[in-house]
């Protein structure tokens, strides 16, 4: 499986089989400076219906769109959709949020969206294991980098990788990754935007793998 971070909470991620995923696609503007996303997929996943992650119309290939909760399947793939919510108010402020979870190449992928809240044990029960955990760090709009780090512990996932964090293509008033990193150990920063895994090659004890923008 191949990683590639796009911008803000988006990801491009390729099954060896060629099968390729959109997260979360962003539209340019309003202090979201990313380039445009104009690359091809076959699904895209939805979180929740704002702009900055519900531009399913700029992916290329036509791909079937994935925002509704509970179970879908595409292409072979199958989508978990648990609901949870984009504030600490059970929406009051922000809405609803979904995270999706599913499996490429044998590891199982979990993209919290712009979950808002810690989630309580029968979310993570729901959810169930996570091989690689995308995970807002932000704070403001998302959990910040103590809410995060207290849901990745209770997901215990083999990799995470942050996301909705303060870049210099971003105006949104959210902290930078480096807050979330602060006291941790097995960090690995990638020069580039994009990382391979491999089932049988993920680590034991949880890793941290920080990648560029590459829009």
Avoid at 89 to 107: A, H, L, P, Y
Avoid at 179 to 207: H, Y
């Amino acid at each position: 499986m191949n990683i590639e971070y796009l911008g803000h909470a988006s990801f491009l991620i390729a099954a060896e089989n060629g099968v390729r995923i959109i997260t979360d696609p962003y539209q340019t503007g309003d202090r979201i400076d990313y380039g445009a996303i104009q690359e091809t997929a076959d699904i895209v996943t939805v979180s929740h219906d704002h702009f900055d992650h519900n531009n399913a119309a700029s992916v290329k290939g036509n791909p079937t769109v994935v925002r509704k909760e509970g179970k879908t399947e595409v292409k072979g793939i199958k989508f978990q959709g648990a609901p949870c919510y984009h504030d600490e108010t059970k929406g009051k402020q922000r809405g609803s949020n979904i995270i999706f979870c599913f499996e490429v190449d044998g590891m199982r992928v979990c993209h919290l969206g712009d979950l808002g809240h810690i989630l309580n044990d029968d979310q993570i029960t729901q959810i169930g294991k996570v091989d690689i955990l995308l995970a807002p760090v932000g704070g403001f709009y998302t959990i910040d980098a103590g809410a995060a780090t207290q849901v990745s512990n209770k997901l215990k996932p083999k990799i995470i990788i942050p996301m909705h964090f303060k870049t210099p293509k971003t105006g949104l008033p959210i902290a930078g990754v480096d807050d979330f990193l602060q006291g941790k150990k097995n960090v690995r920063r990638i020069d580039g935007s994009a990382v391979e895994f491999k089932r049988e090659q993920l680590p034991s004890t949880t890793e941290i793998v920080v990648l560029n923008p590459s829009r």
